[in-house]
């Protein structure tokens, strides 16, 4: 994903894995992709480059998109959020 930042002169690219619990979690998770995916951009859009830079913000981040996630759900789906790119420009 390439998302501008909220302060408009900074974009961010990243690459985001979910990790789930049970396998019968993936029918779920694919069943509501568009929805997921527009509610990452939401939150990265919402964050300026000095919320996400910093190497200690990346803990509240994670935890923040994996909550926001899991309210699509009836239960907790999502366990964990794995970052496998990051580059701010």
């Known amino acids: ?7 408009s002169s900074h974009y961010l690219k990243t690459e985001l894995a979910l990790g ?3 396998e019968k979690d993936i029918k779920s998770i694919q ?4 929805q997921l995916r527009d509610n990452i951009i939401t939150i990265l859009r919402s964050k300026s480059r000095e919320d996400i830079l910093p ?3 990346t803990e509240n981040l994670k935890e923040e998109i994996m909550n926001q996630l899991n309210d699509h759900f009836q239960e907790e789906v999502i366990t964990d959020i794995y970052i496998t790119e990051f580059l701010v420009q």
């Open 55 to 57: 190497v200690e913000n």
């Open 1 to 7: 994903m390439v998302i501008n930042l909220k302060d």
């Open 20 to 22: 789930y619990g049970m």
């Open 31 to 34: 069943g509501k992709e568009i």
